[in-house]
């Protein structure tokens, strides 16, 4: 009977240890997935509200003060779910990914860009230089979007607006008071200090002035904001590149000449390499008349 009982004990112990270690290591197979959370413009987004998710794991993540994030899940398919809205600030972005995870395997997605995806019906409008097209699906997105019709979206919308009558419609007066209220929707809504910019830069002034003063608030802010910015897709091709050589120019015009010349120096190399045509010109013009 001793034998026996030493056998069942030895059996007992044997089953626990499976049930609390899992049976075969399978239970402790896992995977992980990485990247960094950004708008669909490239700004980082750090924001505590934003939720980034693994479906059907219950793994939750925020990003981190560098938008970075992380996760673990066993092996599998997986639908990778960032989202970020504020119903006072008016606006909800999102996006997915299907991602495969093997075990042991740390997958880094690299930037996971969210971004209103309602709105690309105008931004299609738009890149084929349909403006007023684009500003009537603006505009119908924006009204169902004040009477509870649609989602959340006023900084988005506000923002598409500011382009399509500022680059589109030759309108920066309306242009400036769009990207605005962006802004005044979501501080962290680079696009609209790139195009608050631009369409400050076209007004004039009663007395006949500029407003290069605002115009280059603007463009620091949009520089300043953490991320590498691109217009591409939605509109018109605009890098980081191209806001610092359109800075320098800036600078320039509002007599700010030594700031001007110092930053035309400090990209020229980069901008003959993978600048654009209007990047390039600026920053000649700049050198040539900062001498």
Same mark, same amino acid.
């Given at each position: ?9 030895? #059996?007992? $112990? ?20 990485? %990247? ?6 490239? $700004? ?45 600030? %008016? ?77 589109? #419609? ?11 209220? $962006? ?11 790139? %195009? ?81 045509? %209007? ?13």
């Amino acid at each position: 009977m001793g034998a026996i009982r030493s056998t069942l004990n030895t #059996l007992t $112990a044997v089953i626990v240890l499976s049930l609390i270690v899992g049976c075969g290591g399978g239970g402790s197979a896992v995977a992980t997935v990485k %990247g960094v959370l950004t708008d669909g413009f490239g $700004a980082i987004i750090n924001l505590q509200t934003a939720v980034i998710t693994l479906d059907g794991t219950g793994q939750v993540a925020h990003p981190g003060p560098d938008g970075s994030f992380q996760l673990t899940a066993p092996p599998g398919q997986y639908v990778l779910r960032a989202s970020l809205s504020s119903e006072a600030a %008016g606006f909800q972005l999102g996006t997915f990914k299907n991602i495969a995870l093997v075990e042991g395997q740390i997958a880094d997605v690299g930037n996971l860009p969210i971004s209103n995806s309602s709105l690309e019906g105008g931004w299609t409008s738009y890149r084929q230089g349909k403006f007023l097209n684009a500003e009537t699906s603006f505009n119908a997105y924006l009204d169902d979007v004040r009477s509870g019709q649609a989602v959340l979206g006023q900084s988005s919308v506000y923002d598409a607006l500011g382009w399509t009558h500022g680059r589109g #419609l030759n309108m920066p007066v309306q242009a400036s008071i769009d990207f605005s209220d $962006a802004i005044s929707g979501w501080g962290g809504n680079l696009d609209a200090f790139v %195009g608050l910019s631009g369409s400050e830069l076209a007004m004039m002034k009663s007395d006949g002035s500029f407003h290069f003063n605002s115009a280059v608030s603007a463009i620091n802010s949009a520089i300043d904001i953490p991320g590498d910015y691109s217009s591409t897709p939605a509109h018109d091709g605009i890098t980081e590149l191209d806001l610092k050589a359109y800075r320098a120019f800036l600078n320039m015009l509002n007599g700010n000449v030594s700031g001007a010349r110092d930053e035309a120096l400090a990209i020229k190399e980069q901008v003959t390499v993978s600048g654009s045509p %209007g990047s390039s010109n600026a920053i000649e013009v700049v050198l040539a008349f900062t001498e």
